[in-house]
């Protein structure tokens, strides 16, 4: 499925050229923990970085858990290799408002090649046809420099300040807003 696809099951794979990407399963967690274990990934996520390889796949079965009306979570692999190099997932999805957010995040060895872009913009395609999808949000912490990069490329607009909005470790961390419309998308 590509952008523009109107397939509406979130089991189907994504492809882009140099990208496949497909529901994460607890199996993906030895290769996704590169990320989740590792603090510089996880230092403007929502939560702190994974102790091992296990609390990795706790997270992904707690994906799992919550259900594609809600929460979608898919590993990011290379079509060449089938390596695992990220992933990326839409969450707090509000069907009857046409809303939800995305996020992505890519294994160290991977960053800095285009992937984040490239497949952040296969699941908002997605978001947009096969979900229906009015609007699509992007949280991101202000210090974030490179992941607020993706946003802007992909086409998000700033929309302001959220003050205290997510505590990690018992602190408080703001994030920007930040949003993408479907005619934005689409025209």
């Not at 952008?3 to 529901?23: H, I, N, Q």
């Not at 989740?36 to 970085?49: H, K, L, N």
């Not at 809600?70 to 408002?97: C, K, P, S």
Request: proline share 3%.
């Amino acid at each position: 499925m590509s952008k523009g696809a109107s397939g509406r099951d979130p089991g189907r794979a994504l492809e882009t050229p140099r990208l496949r990407l497909r529901r994460w399963t607890e199996q993906d967690a030895g290769a996704l923990h590169a990320a989740f274990g590792d603090a510089e990934s996880m230092r403007f996520w929502d939560s702190a970085p994974a102790r091992d390889v296990a609390e990795t796949a706790e997270r992904i079965r707690g994906s799992l858990a919550v259900g594609a009306d809600w929460h979608a979570g898919f590993a990011v692999l290379l079509r060449e290799t089938q390596d695992i190099v990220g992933m990326v997932n839409y969450h707090d999805r509000r069907a009857q408002q046409g809303r939800l957010a995305v996020g992505w995040m890519i294994v160290p060895d991977w960053r800095g090649k285009g992937l984040a872009r490239e497949a952040a913009s296969a699941l908002i395609g997605y978001c947009f046809t096969a979900l229906s999808a009015h609007r699509i949000e992007a949280r991101i912490a202000p210090a974030n420099a490179v992941s607020l990069r993706v946003a802007a490329r992909l086409g998000f607009q700033r929309e302001g300040l959220m003050r205290g909005w997510i505590v990690v470790d018992g602190m408080p961390r703001d994030m920007l807003m930040l949003a993408l419309l479907r005619d934005d998308w689409m025209g």
